[in-house]
């Protein structure tokens, strides 16, 4: 058999010699090098191509992919253990945990599904679990990610007095400690716990290192994953999606393709306990490929979607907002998609936000209303007429985010209340054959100079029309939203600059990206960081001698780290002078590159 080719475009990462070091969820991405000079179609092309490399076959010897043998039979296996638990839910729960982006999709896939059981009359038996508790679910907090003794703790909370669990661990990485303690804790409780571990690198390339107090690391618990797998007392789905478009943000393919295959997954179980669908092969092929043409058709909109990518990035330039309105689980999206940004970009809350209409009433989270968290939690469309409207004017940017079955009379009076104050408003509406409400939908176009609209032919199921909806708009949100802050210059080629150093993996992160940007030896950048971070020219003992932890729970809050380091290693300069640097040129990607010049 011949060998993959390693030259053809966008496949040089495959190479064993394309960055060596890194796993491939924080390699970069060949296709999006030239990413932050691109132009708003570009941008939306190359996070397209990106996209496309989720459903790549696997070629020669290459890792495991989305639709690979090993990864449907897979698949297979974990359904028919949810089909168990289904038919006999007697004292048993599937949990589904994550941090970040995979808690997140953790909550709205544990939801939907506890939807499609009421709908049968079913009690629920799906539970989610997020690092950081619900706050996490729309703000950015990365700490609770090391702590794997939390991850435990959570678990046994909702998991008490369960006889059996399906525990699904996601760390598209392979590197969270809150799910390693979690699956951990498994392995040594077989008897009532089978653990599933979700992510997108090679077993190998697990992460390997430990975290203060633990006696394991991601790597090790992966290889007893593995070892448990052989008598399918533990199931190990890890295929290769290719590195993101920003690398390391995987909020993107990380969280499409979690959301794929958990989707899969349980909508077969599903199907063979309430519809006596059998669990086969094929039919878990046929329902990935739907995804593929899901993802095709959503980018076939390319020239509506660089319209919105065009619009949020003007309102970002002027330092004015993007808003997303939604409706029922797209909402959801739109409100995940919003949190993200914080600590991808650097963002101020404001910037980019998200509302759901009904509010909590709609999420039914484990901990009720957080409005009283902060403005930043205030997520229904009230809020929105409250704190946003007032304010805003035609350089902020607003999407209203719905489909035929949601309440178009709704959509329709709150876009009338958004026209009076600007004409920036814009319309991201799904609808399938037949199921149109023409005069509603004429009204609202007229108020909106663009409109992304999906016509879905109607499958057999409704539910999976809604899936094929809600992947949909997560790759508009995302491209949206990246590509906007693309267009800010809040990226450099195809790295997040003023990205947040808030856990061990953020850190590993800014330190990797000090080197490869100044070419200076590790200890240097470490010393630049910790600078930074510390807000002094000078490191006393008792910082340089601390550890991660201690200097991650020091970077919250602060703002512009790892720009800030970088300035000062290649210019030399002081921290004061770095941060006048960057006042006066506030567009990261300038900044550097201007500085990269002089240097
Ligand atoms: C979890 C995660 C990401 C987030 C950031 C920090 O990653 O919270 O969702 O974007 O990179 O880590 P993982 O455990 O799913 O790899």
Redesign the pocket.
């Known amino acids: 058999m011949a060998g993959p080719d390693w030259n053809r475009t966008g496949w040089e990462w495959e190479s064993p010699d394309y960055e060596p070091t890194l796993p491939v969820?924080e390699k970069s991405n060949p296709l999006t090098r030239d990413i932050d000079r691109a132009s708003a179609s570009s941008i939306v092309k190359m996070l397209q191509a990106c996209d496309a490399q989720m459903f790549q076959e696997e070629a020669g010897r290459s890792c495991q992919r989305l639709l690979s043998d090993q990864v449907v039979t897979t698949m297979m296996e974990v359904a028919k253990r949810a089909e168990l638990i289904l038919k006999d839910p007697e004292d048993s729960l599937v949990v589904l945990s994550?941090?970040?982006?995979?808690?997140?999709l953790a909550f709205l896939l544990a939801s939907g599904f506890n939807k499609e059981l009421r709908k049968v009359n079913q009690s629920p038996i799906y539970a989610y679990i997020i690092?950081g508790g619900d706050r996490a679910l729309f703000s950015?907090r990365?700490a609770p990610?090391d702590d794997p003794q939390l991850g435990v703790l959570s678990l046994q909370k909702v998991c008490e007095g369960k006889k059996r669990v399906l525990f699904v661990g996601?760390?598209?990485?392979?590197?969270?400690p809150?799910?390693a303690g979690q699956l951990d804790f498994c392995l040594q409780h077989p008897d009532v716990y089978t653990p599933v571990l979700i992510?997108f690198n090679p077993a190998h390339q697990a992460r390997d290192e430990h975290m203060p107090g633990c006696s394991f690391t991601f790597y090790s618990v992966v290889q007893r994953m593995q070892e448990f797998a052989t008598s399918q007392k533990a199931f190990v789905i890890n295929p290769v999606v290719g590195p993101e478009a920003i690398s390391?943000?995987?909020?993107m393919k990380?969280?499409s393709a979690?959301k794929i295959l958990l989707e899969v997954i349980l909508s077969a179980a599903h199907a063979a306990t309430f519809s006596h669908t059998a669990i086969t092969y094929k039919g878990i092929l046929q329902h990935m490929r739907v995804y593929e043409t899901t993802a095709n058709k959503t980018y076939a909109q390319t020239e509506a979607i660089t319209a919105l990518v065009e619009a949020a990035g003007q309102s970002l330039r002027s330092g004015r907002s993007v808003c997303y309105l939604g409706w029922g689980s797209l909402a959801l999206l739109a409100l995940i998609d919003a949190s993200?940004c914080h600590?991808?970009f650097g963002a101020a809350y404001k910037d980019v936000r998200g509302f759901i209409s009904g509010g909590y009433r709609e999420l039914n989270n484990n901990e009720g209303a957080l409005t009283l968290l902060g403005p930043e939690f205030g997520i229904s469309h009230e809020d929105f007429l409250h704190s946003f409207l007032p304010s805003l004017n035609e350089q902020d940017t607003v999407l209203l985010i719905y489909t035929h079955s949601d309440d178009v009379s709704e959509v329709l009076k709150l876009a009338r209340r958004v026209r009076e104050k600007t004409p920036n408003l814009h319309a991201v509406y799904h609808q399938s054959d037949g199921d149109i409400a023409a005069s509603l939908q004429d009204d609202i176009n007229k108020l909106c100079p663009s409109t992304l609209k999906i016509t879905w032919s109607t499958p057999a199921s409704g539910c999976l029309l809604h899936m094929q909806w809600e992947l949909s708009t997560k790759l508009v949100l995302n491209a949206v939203s990246t590509g906007a802050y693309v267009l800010k210059g809040k990226i450099y080629q195809n790295h997040m600059i003023d990205m947040q150093v808030t856990?061990s993996?953020?850190y590993r992160?800014a330190k990797r990206l000090l080197q490869k940007l100044s070419g200076c030896p590790e200890p240097r950048c470490e010393e630049a960081l910790l600078k930074a971070v510390y807000q002094m020219d000078k490191l006393p003992k008792d910082i340089t001698s601390s550890d991660v932890t201690t200097h991650t729970g020091a970077a919250t809050n602060r703002t512009q780290v790892v720009p800030l380091a970088l300035v000062c290693l290649l210019t030399g300069c002081s921290l004061t002078e770095a941060k006048s640097h960057l006042k006066q040129q506030p567009i990261i990607r300038e900044a550097v590159a201007v500085i990269m010049d002089m240097a």
């Open positions: 969820s994550g941090c970040g982006t995979s808690g997140r690092a950015s990365e990610e996601i760390s598209c990485g392979f590197s969270a809150f799910v992510g390391g943000s995987s909020r990380g969280g979690t993200e600590p991808t856990n993996k953020l992160r």
